[in-house]
């Protein structure tokens, strides 16, 4: 199964930019990637997918690398409300991985 | 609000124990996934079914069940509980049985075993 690898933890100043990485070296053509995140005991929120090309919506961007093989997620100007779990994963299973926490400083 | 119901929201039961977790969809939403989260663990995909049909197993024990109803609402089934069956299981829907929406989560149920 195609698999994605993302760091386990970062931290963001509060109104700084945060690029939250994701390494899918194994993806196929078909995969969409998708990112959720997760804060503490609720169920994961949605943020944006993509498939082949960049993606911008009111919550973030998404850059896709032009091999496919990885992905970044770009929060323009972190809140406090940003901290969380971030998940990369790719459409196959639906499988997520640990996700990298993401710490915002004020 | 998602859109996604989970019901009910805590299950405290005893080892040995069957229970059964519910979820209804988004309206229009096909495609049912269900997921289980230990304490600080990630989301360990369980299965996922799309209009009534199952699309795909992950690491669901055979303890455990599901099935999607005509009217697109899913059970999960545990069955024969063990202490290490505590934990957040959720509930996701979708349009699509693939990767072109996004999943929409409920709040989950929080099972716990004693």
């Known amino acids: ?106 | 609000d998602s859109g996604v119901t989970q019901t009910p929201k805590h299950l405290i039961t005893a080892t040995g124990q069957r229970v059964t977790l519910r979820c209804s969809p988004r309206s229009g939403d096909l495609s049912v996934y269900w997921y289980q989260q230990s304490l600080d663990q990630g989301l360990q995909f369980l299965i996922h079914y799309y209009n009534g049909e199952e699309r795909a197993k992950g690491n669901i024990l055979e303890r455990f069940s599901a099935q999607q109803f005509p009217d697109l609402h899913s059970e999960l089934n545990l069955s024969s509980l063990e202490l290490g069956d505590s934990a957040l299981y959720f509930c996701a829907s979708s349009v699509a049985a693939w990767g072109s929406s996004p999943l929409h989560f409920g709040n989950g149920t929080r099972l716990t075993v004693t």
């Open chain 1, 1 to 106: 199964d195609a698999k994605t690898t993302q760091p386990n933890s970062m931290e963001s100043n509060e109104e700084e930019p945060v690029h939250l990485p994701c390494n899918h070296s194994t993806i196929s053509g078909t995969d969409y990637i998708h990112w959720y995140r997760q804060l503490p005991s609720q169920g994961p929120e949605y943020v944006i997918h993509g498939l082949t090309s960049n993606v911008n919506n009111r919550m973030a961007s998404l850059a896709i690398a032009e091999d496919r093989k990885s992905s970044t997620l770009i929060l323009h100007r972190a809140t406090l409300r940003d901290a969380a779990v971030y998940y990369c994963i790719l459409y196959q299973k639906v499988t997520f991985g640990i996700g990298t926490k993401l710490q915002v400083i004020p």
